[in-house]
C-alpha cells in the first residue's frame, strides 16, 4: 500500500490565523509533539519575515531530526538565502519556493507577465538548486490559474530541479470534482517520475477536506495540511479528519500515512493551548462533544455496542473513553450505568423517585455533573420520614423592597400556604416555614457553595439550626440558592419533627 506525505504547515500557515502568533520556544514545542506524531514533513515558517523566525527554525532544525523541516521563500534570492541560513542545521531541510500565477495575481498583486515569472520560478530554483536537494514549488492560486500556463510553469520548475509540486488552492474556492480533475489533467500532461504533486487547500467554502482527499483520489502524494485546521482566514485542511478519513477507508485510496493517531488528541490540544485558539466542541476527530453521547437511545446503543454510534474507537485518537454526557435527553439506562461505575446501586424503587428528580434537575442544567449526582441520592435515600414537603416557592426581594416569601407546603394530602418577611429572601423564607409548621429553630450556622461549575451549577446549603436543646445539621441543593436554602430549612424541620 503506498505512503501518503502528510506536510504539517501548522507551524507557517496556521500561525497565519489572526492572533495565534508563537514564540520560538512555542514553536519548538509543538515542532516536538509533531515530529512524535509522526509527520513526514514539518514546514518550520517563513524566515524572511523576522530574525526571531530564522532563529526558531534554526533551534527546530537542531533539535527535532525525523521529519523534513521546510522553510518558505518567494522567488527571490534573499528569501532563499534566508531559508538556507535557518536550515543549514536541519539532518533533511527543504526549501518550499512559491510563485503566483493566476492572471488575477498577475494583474492586481506581481504586475508582472507569465514570461517574467517563468523567468523568475526557474532561475530561483535553480539557485537554491545549488545548495540543497530537496526543493518544492508551489504556483501560488493555482486553482484560478489558467490550465495552459499551470503546465507550462509547473514544467518549468521540475525541469530546475523541483522535487516536490505543490498545486495550492489558496483561496478555497474549487469545488472536489473539479480539484480531481484538475489533478489528473495534470498527470496526464506532466510527467512526475521522481517528483511528489502535493495539494494545498483552504476552507473558505468548508472544502478543504473533501478537496484533499478528491485529489488523493486522483494520485497525489502528498496534502498540506494543519493540526486543528487552523490558518488564514477559514483555515486549511484539518490533519486528523484527513488522516482518520484514509485510515477508516483503505477501500477508497488504498494508501497510509505514517501518522501515530493515538498522539492527534493530544497535538490538538496543545495547538490550542499555544495558539489560544479554541477547538469547536463539535470538532470532527478532537472536539469535546466528538465522543460525547447524551441522546438516550444513542446511550443505550454505545452501552449495548460501541459501534453502533461510533465508527472510530476514541482510544485511536488518544482520547481515554466515549463519554455518555448527563442531560435531559438521557435515559434511564445510561443514568443507571452510570451509578453503577460510581459504585451505587438502587433498589427499583430507589431508581425510579431517583430518576425522577434526576430528570427534574436536568431540565434545569445543560449538563448533570457527578456531584450532582451524590446530592440526588442524598435525597432519595434520606430514612427520615417526609412529613412537610415544599410546593411552592414565591420570593419578592429588592434593595427597596421588603423580602417577603409565599410558600406551600405538603403535610399527608393538605396544602398549607402562608407568607412572611424577613430581612432577606432565605430569613422571609425561613420564617414562613416556621408559621406553616409551628417548629420553632434557631440558625446557628449557613452556608452556600456551588458543587459543579458553569452559571447553571447545582447550589448547595448547609445549615446548622437548634430546636429546643437538639442541633440538626440539613442540607440541600437546587440550581435555584432560594430553594436550596428553604429544602434545608425543611429539612432540618422534619428531622426535628422525626
Not at 504547515?9 to 519548538?28: F, I, M, N, V, W
Not at 512559491?98 to 495575481?105: E, V
Amino acid at each position: 500500500m503506498d505512503k501518503i506525505l502528510i506536510f504539517d504547515t501548522t507551524l507557517r500557515d496556521g500561525e497565519q490565523s489572526p492572533g495565534a502568533s508563537l514564540t520560538p520556544e512555542q514553536k519548538l514545542t509543538i515542532a516536538q509533539q509533531l515530529a512524535r506524531l509522526n509527520v513526514d514533513i514539518i514546514e518550520a515558517g517563513y524566515p524572511t519575515s523576522s530574525s526571531g523566525e530564522i532563529e526558531a527554525i534554526r533551534e527546530i532544525s537542531r533539535k527535532v531530526k525525523k521529519p523534513i523541516i521546510a522553510g518558505l521563500a518567494r522567488t527571490v534570492r534573499k528569501d532563499i538565502d534566508c531559508c538556507l541560513k535557518a536550515l543549514d542545521k536541519a539532518s533533511k531541510p527543504r526549501v518550499h519556493i512559491f510563485c503566483a500565477t493566476s492572471k488575477i495575481h498577475l494583474k492586481y498583486k506581481l504586475k508582472k507577465a507569465k514570461e517574467e515569472i517563468l523567468r523568475l520560478t526557474a532561475e530561483n530554483i535553480r539557485y537554491a538548486k545549488k545548495f540543497i536537494d530537496d526543493i518544492e514549488f508551489s504556483p501560488e492560486d493555482a486553482t484560478r490559474t489558467d490550465f495552459n500556463f499551470l503546465t507550462e510553469i509547473v514544467k518549468a520548475a521540475i525541469e530546475a530541479g523541483a522535487t516536490t509540486i505543490n498545486i495550492p488552492d489558496t483561496v478555497g474556492c474549487i469545488f472536489p470534482s473539479q480539484f480531481s480533475k484538475l489533478i489528473r489533467d495534470l498527470k496526464k500532461k506532466i510527467s512526475f517520475v521522481n517528483v511528489n504533486l502535493s495539494v494545498h487547500c483552504h476552507n473558505d467554502l468548508g472544502l478543504a477536506v473533501a478537496n484533499s482527499l478528491a485529489a488523493v483520489e486522483s494520485g497525489a502524494d502528498q496534502i498540506e495540511c494543519t493540526v486543528n485546521g487552523i490558518g488564514e482566514r477559514a483555515g486549511n485542511a484539518s490533519l486528523e479528519e484527513l488522516v482518520m478519513n484514509i485510515k477508516l477507508h483503505p477501500e477508497i485510496f488504498n494508501r497510509r500515512t505514517n501518522i501515530k493517531t493515538e498522539e492527534l488528541y493530544k497535538v490538538s490540544r496543545l495547538v490550542s493551548h499555544l495558539t489560544g485558539i479554541p477547538v469547536q466542541p463539535n470538532k470532527a476527530i478532537v472536539g469535546s462533544n466528538a465522543f460525547a453521547h447524551e441522546a438516550g437511545i444513542h446511550q443505550d446503543g454505545i452501552l449495548k455496542k460501541r459501534i453502533t454510534y461510533e465508527i472510530i474507537n476514541p482510544k485511536d485518537v488518544g482520547v481515554k473513553e466515549s463519554r455518555l454526557v448527563l442531560g435531559k435527553h438521557s435515559g434511564s439506562h445510561a443514568l443507571e450505568e452510570h451509578l453503577r461505575k460510581m459504585g451505587y446501586h438502587l433498589k427499583k424503587e430507589e431508581f425510579a423517585k431517583f430518576f425522577t428528580r434526576f430528570k427534574q434537575i436536568a431540565d434545569k442544567k445543560k449538563e448533570v455533573f457527578d456531584e450532582d449526582l451524590e446530592i440526588i441520592l442524598d435525597e432519595v435515600k434520606k430514612r427520615i420520614p417526609q412529613i412537610w414537603q415544599l410546593e411552592y416557592i414565591h420570593i419578592s426581594s429588592g434593595n427597596k423592597t421588603v423580602p417577603t416569601a409565599t410558600i406551600k407546603l405538603k403535610k399527608n394530602k393538605e396544602i398549607l400556604e402562608d407568607s412572611a418577611c424577613g430581612d432577606g429572601p432565605v430569613d422571609a423564607c425561613y420564617k414562613t416555614i416556621e408559621r406553616i409548621t409551628g417548629v420553632k429553630g434557631k440558625l446557628l450556622s449557613y452556608s452556600l457553595q456551588a458543587i459543579t461549575s458553569g452559571k447553571d451549577a447545582l447550589g448547595e446549603v448547609n445549615i446548622k439550626v437548634k430546636f429546643a436543646k437538639k442541633i440538626i445539621i440539613a442540607r440541600a441543593a437546587s440550581t435555584d440558592i432560594i430553594e436550596a436554602s428553604a429544602k434545608a430549612y425543611l429539612e432540618a424541620v422534619n428531622k426535628a419533627a422525626a
